[in-house]
């Protein structure tokens, strides 16, 4: 890329926008000051006391300072992309990267070829579900019966109702050690079972039944590779509690809403609460009454949690819960929402050609993304916002927690791992192996970075471990020239 050694465009643009903002701030601080007529002074309290003078920036407001972000930009966008262009020219033709620093693009290598993603298809869920559902929603797990307790006594059935909610976990899950990474955020379904005895349940006389009617039945999404099902992901409904847990059972439960139940059931009878019949998946009654409910964390939690931890069954359940947004109306579908994810793409003006969206936690080999689409999102984004705080930190959090641990951007660099080794080696689909994320500038503005690796072996350390180390290097260089931070106001 070739670039000008002038002031160029940004600068010329920035004094033009600074001189008349100046001018205008000028005529509103002397029209704010003025006394209108007929008026009097206005009279001091000097029982009210004087601030202490601050600091004051000695910067004029007619200076590039009041810019760094894009002067150092403008000073250093020619190193960085040679820089970039050097590593890309290494990579093998099935594997893809794009780099852009603030939207602007620094370097490419088969950005728009279709490559698998791996769990960098969690960033296209992640996106979406925060524009169309909101960082603040969420979920909701009610407990409801036919009738509200007289005497202490539910007459009939208890249900436990599920309403998507991911990361909804007894007390004991998160230290359990069962799961690689533990939950974070998550609902207390020990919680839930407190409210129901503060509403003054103290006998079941029918079953305890879980239901997840919220979302379909599909416990697995098809084209996932031999072995994940059941050890990668699900099986997963609207009612999942502890990942289909129950303590106790060696083995996680085939049905998630009779593993909840069941679960549910052990919590309340540890309260002293007496259940008559057994644990086992329905639907509650329309006409049934609410006796306790529990929230989950807010949906930028939710998504934090799933991009620090990969977590599959997580990004499964909030492509079902986009499906049902978008429908307006349960079931909420695998399918409705990838129909919805592809929708939001197209309205966002980002080319779905050589897009397949097959699932939400990128273990389906069906799935395909280029390079240039998934950094188009992340641009939309930024590393303060929910989806980028949401990315694990090298060398300290989540899949990344012992990854570029002694490399100058440890603790500095956010980043969604994918990992997939599609085994046979020596027959297609490839292994994979991604990264994409932002490297936050000091003083503001980012670099917005995608890598993603399609080969043979490449899911192997040896191979894919000196790749991303020459990767983070050439993404260390930016700026070369002083950062935001040492050009801005002083």
């Given at each position: ?10 600068i ?26 007929g008026?009097?002074a ?20 007619l200076?590039?300072?009041?810019a760094p ?32 620093v ?5 370097a ?8 698998i993603?791996?769990s ?13 559902l ?10 409801r ?7 202490g ?35 207390s ?11 003054g ?8 039944i ?11 999404a ?13 099986p ?6 502890n ?7 060696e083995?996680?439960?085939n ?33 049934s ?11 930028s939690?939710v ?10 069954n ?28 592809t ?58 927690a ?86 801005g106001?002083?």
């Amino acid at each position: 890329m070739s670039r000008g050694r002038g002031p160029g465009p940004w600068i010329v643009l920035v004094l033009a926008t600074l001189v008349p903002a100046a001018a205008l701030w000028g005529t509103h601080r002397f029209a704010d000051a003025r006394v209108g007529d007929g008026e009097s002074a206005p009279v001091i309290d000097a029982s009210v006391a004087v601030p202490p003078p601050t600091d004051v920036l000695n910067t004029s407001v007619l200076t590039l300072r009041r810019a760094p972000t894009l002067v150092a930009r403008e000073q250093s966008l020619d190193d960085f992309s040679a820089e970039m262009a050097s590593f890309t020219s290494a990579l093998n033709e099935r594997s893809c990267t794009a780099v852009s620093v603030d939207g602007i693009a620094v370097a490419d290598h088969n950005a728009s070829v279709p490559v698998i993603p791996a769990s960098n298809q969690k960033i296209m869920v992640a996106a979406v579900a925060l524009e169309r559902l909101g960082p603040d929603f969420r979920y909701t797990t009610e407990v409801r019966a036919a009738q509200g307790p007289t005497g202490g006594v539910v007459e009939g059935d208890l249900y436990l109702v599920g309403g998507g909610d991911p990361l909804l976990s007894s007390d004991w899950y998160p230290t359990s050690n069962l799961e690689r990474y533990p939950v974070t955020s998550p609902t207390s379904l020990d919680t839930l079972a407190d409210a129901v005895v503060a509403a003054g349940v103290q006998t079941v006389t029918g079953n305890v039944i879980g239901d997840g009617s919220r979302y379909d039945d599909e416990f697995f999404a098809p084209g996932w590779g031999v072995g994940d099902a059941g050890l990668e992901g699900g099986p997963y409904d609207a009612l999942l509690a502890n990942d289909s847990r129950v303590l106790g059972e060696e083995l996680r439960a085939n049905d998630p809403n009779a593993g909840a139940a069941r679960e549910f059931a052990r919590l309340l009878a540890e309260r002293g609460v007496e259940i008559a019949g057994a644990a086992a998946s329905g639907t509650a009654p329309e006409a049934s009454t609410l006796l306790a409910e529990v929230s989950s964390a807010p949906l930028s939690d939710v998504v934090g949690e799933m991009l620090a931890n990969s977590d599959n069954n997580t990004a499964e359940l909030l492509v079902k819960e986009i499906g049902l947004d978008a429908a307006g109306m349960a079931p909420g579908t695998r399918q409705a929402g990838l129909d919805a994810m592809t929708q939001q793409l197209e309205s966002w003006d980002i080319d779905p050609a050589g897009v397949v969206l097959a699932d939400g936690s990128g273990l389906s080999l069906d799935n395909r993304l280029t390079c240039t689409a998934l950094l188009q999102v992340l641009q939309r984004f930024d590393p303060g916002s929910p989806l980028g705080a949401g990315l694990p930190v090298a060398g300290e959090s989540g899949t990344l927690a012992d990854v570029f641990v002694d490399h100058p951007l440890a603790g500095t660099l956010r980043g969604k791992t994918g990992s997939l080794n599609n085994a046979p080696f020596n027959e297609d689909p490839p292994a994979v192996k991604a990264l994409a994320g932002y490297v936050p500038v000091d003083g503001g503005g980012a670099v917005e970075y995608v890598l993603i690796l399609n080969g043979p072996t490449i899911s192997d350390q040896s191979e894919y471990r000196p790749v991303w180390e020459g990767f983070a290097d050439a993404l260390a260089t930016y700026p070369s020239g002083p950062t935001p931070a040492e050009l801005g106001p002083r």
